[in-house]
């Protein structure tokens, strides 16, 4: 297969700082009082953001209901595409990475009677089409497809690319590819999650894709960068992001894990402040010092615009962290102590 990316010479320091990362992780996790559920929070989180970035309207708890196998009233499909996607991630323990079966086996549980051709590439050739109808990129031809798929997953195997690299180049790899009708991205990501867990076991629990979640307007930009107009392609860009999200994901854990955010980390209980924004942090904290604050009180103790907090606001409500009880002018916030994290 032809070199699809240029080396970046900064990735051998963050390859070097990710592994001292990963002995701070070990010994977190170490000194966790119940790993398993922290680690099971964190399947949660993975699962909601890996589908949430394909449009999925499920919120954090109600993820959590439908692992759990409890009533969910919502579409159909959102609850079908967590069940879906729960179900791959669980089994990655048995998946080969560098296998097109195991690939194609990964497809299949992920759009289980959601998509024609599951676990099977694509009969067709398609485009990705931007809110305005505009193609943005073309997949490769429908009749190369198994052929580049198993290139790519040979080089993957084959190669003394550190796992690190490889594996954001191999998620690039699927996506400019696009094998199949649907499910593209998420099985882009689980096959990265897939090939570092073979590399070191914790990346297994590490919610990386709750953090492309978080940035996902970067991660759309990165892979488009990492592919010109005139289709020839670096993936730097991409390799880029990844050793970021990679890093950030990293640090978020370690610090959610020994508790360095007080009382609030311990109110909304575990993996779920793990997915919040510093401004998420910021109001959570206002909240907790004064549950009758009002928005624009608080646009004005973080400087931010009012919009800004109405926007965060709605989406911390969204995710089940914080509750409006009573109306908007004599009502109070509350954190959700009862969140499933």
């Known amino acids: 297969m032809n070199v699809f990316f240029s080396h970046n010479p900064l990735w051998h320091d963050q390859i070097g700082k990710i592994y001292a990362l990963l002995e701070r992780v070990k010994i977190s996790e170490e000194q966790s009082k119940d790993v398993l559920r922290l680690r099971r929070a964190n399947r949660v989180l993975t699962i909601a953001s890996t589908t949430a970035i394909e449009g999925n309207r499920l919120t954090m708890p109600q993820v959590f209901d439908v692992i759990n196998d409890k009533v969910v009233f919502a579409p159909s499909t959102d609850i079908k595409e967590v069940k879906n996607a729960f179900s791959a991630y669980e089994h990655i323990p048995n998946l080969n990475p560098y296998r097109v079966e195991d690939f194609l086996k990964a497809h299949s549980l992920i759009t289980d009677s959601l998509v024609q051709e599951s676990g099977q590439f694509r009969t067709v050739n398609v485009a990705v089409v931007n809110s305005h109808g505009e193609v943005i990129h073309s997949g490769s031809d429908f009749k190369q497809v198994p052929t580049l798929i198993a290139e790519l997953l040979e080089w993957s195997e084959m190669t003394d690319t550190h796992a690190l690299i490889k594996s954001s180049a191999t998620h690039f790899m699927i996506e400019h590819v696009h094998p ?141 962290v914080i509750l409006r009880v009573g109306s908007n002018k004599t009502g109070y916030w509350k954190i959700n102590l009862d969140a499933p994290f």
């Not at 990501?189 to 307007?217: A, C, D, G, S």
């Not at 390799?239 to 955010?261: A, C, H, K, L, P």
Request: glycine residues 8%.
């Open 180 to 320: 199949f009708r649907d499910g593209n991205g998420r099985i882009g990501r689980l096959w990265q999650t897939l090939i570092l867990t073979k590399w070191n076991e914790i990346f297994e629990w590490l919610p990386v894709e709750t953090m492309i979640h978080y940035n996902q307007t970067k991660y759309y930009e990165a892979l488009r960068l990492s592919c010109s107009k005139d289709g020839t392609i670096d993936c730097r860009p991409f390799i880029d992001f990844m050793f970021d999200t990679i890093e950030d994901t990293m640090y978020q854990y370690i610090d959610n894990n020994s508790g360095v955010n007080g009382g609030v980390n311990g109110g909304v209980n575990g993996g779920i402040f793990l997915t919040l924004s510093a401004t998420h942090k910021d109001i959570l904290l206002l909240i907790k010092e004064n549950p009758h604050i009002r928005a624009f009180e608080m646009a004005q103790n973080l400087l931010k615009p009012i919009r800004t907090i109405e926007n965060n606001l709605r989406q911390l409500k969204e995710k089940g």
